[in-house]
């Protein structure tokens, strides 16, 4: 079976991508998987370690844009669907699937001209633009969704819709325990790309960590622009740290980690709940739709997270609730029951299973 993936751009639209990947090589092992992505993402890299094949099309996003950049991305149009016409003949896939993000678009707008099956994953409760219209047109044969609240932006707009969760690689979930282990490490992370804000909040509060907690040890993603200011603050304050523009073990540093401040999105809230990870969620204000702060208060509303808005985020605010939550073991142990409580860990094979039955009717 031949199976093309358009995912890429961030973290979030690209792991997913790679769980549903060695998911499809256990279950039917001569599958053949092809990612198509964009040269500004982190595709090539993560890519080759994961051992997968990249092809790539010349394509732009139209949210939250310029007119200038907007007229640019449309003037780019009939590249991507060129760019995107060729790999589709020459790779000829009996399954295309699009996980959002830039790539997504052209691929799965084109996929139907070869009478292709194409599935589309939402992971977020409010969807993006991209899924939204590529339902509306037509030619999706099934329509995965994270969120029952979903449902309803694609009534009657694909042929099948099922809330089967987002998909998580499965060594991130085999390597955890039950309960959050005892311990005093921060898990940091602003996705991919790191988060500026969540960043400079840390860098504030480093001082009084070092003060009032010396045994806690960080563990903190920055992302490439400000790896090497807050490395070099770290050094300065000499708190015990791991700094890192990007982390690839993130099995390892989920199982190592006791409390999770971190952005929301989709993709890192299904990480978190599907290794029952505590977390103080930082919604990205500038989310389309808002969707971040969406997903962060359906976490905080079970118990398993607390929400700080980006423009109340500070030194102080990360302190005050970084000590709190470490200083009470059994609401600690209690928030960790309940994000497990809302994880599918089984999401991704759930969601192969379904694709197999698709291509095989």
């Known amino acids: 079976m031949r199976i093309l993936i358009a995912a890429g751009g961030t973290g979030g639209h690209l792991y997913p991508g790679i769980a549903l990947a060695h998911e499809f090589k256990r279950q039917a092992k001569d599958s053949d998987v092809l990612f198509v992505g964009t040269a500004r993402g982190l595709e090539r890299r993560v890519l080759e370690r994961e ?27 009939p590249v991507s669907l060129t760019d995107a016409y060729r790999i589709l003949r020459e790779f000829m896939p009996d399954l295309v699937i699009g996980i959002g993000g830039y790539a997504s678009g052209p691929v799965i707008l084109l996929a139907g001209f070869f009478k292709t099956k194409c599935v589309v994953l939402e992971p977020n409760a409010i969807p993006g633009w991209t899924n939204r219209i590529l339902a509306r047109i037509g030619g999706v044969d099934l329509l995965v969704l994270a969120f029952e609240e979903s449902r309803y932006f694609f009534k009657n707009k694909a042929k099948h819709v099922r809330v089967l969760g987002n998909p998580v690689r499965r060594n991130l979930v085999s390597q955890q325990t039950s309960d959050t282990p005892s311990g005093n490490t921060l898990l940091v992370l602003g996705g991919s790309q790191g988060a500026h804000s969540i960043n400079l909040a840390m860098v504030q509060a480093l001082g009084d960590f070092k003060r009032l907690r010396p045994d806690l040890f960080i563990i903190h993603q920055t992302g490439e622009r400000d790896f090497e200011m807050v490395r070099r603050v770290y050094d300065e304050r000499g708190v015990k740290a791991r700094v890192e523009p990007f982390l690839f073990d993130m099995e390892q540093v989920y199982r190592q980690a006791n409390l999770v401040l971190c952005r929301a999105g989709a993709t890192t809230l299904a990480e978190l709940t599907a290794c029952g990870k505590p977390a103080i969620l930082v919604p990205y204000p500038h989310a389309t739709h808002h969707h971040q702060f969406k997903n962060a208060m359906a976490l905080a509303d079970s118990g398993a997270g607390i929400v700080i808005e980006d423009r109340y985020l500070s030194g102080p605010v990360v302190v005050e609730k970084v000590l709190e939550l470490l200083g009470d073991r059994q609401r600690l142990m209690r928030m960790a029951q309940q994000s497990k409580a809302k994880g599918n860990p089984r999401a991704t094979e759930d969601i192969v299973s379904h694709c197999i039955a698709l291509t095989r009717n």
């Open 51 to 77: 051992g997968f094949p990249l092809r790539m099309i010349r394509v732009e996003g139209l949210i939250g844009r310029g007119i200038m950049k907007v007229m640019k991305t449309l003037l780019l149009l």
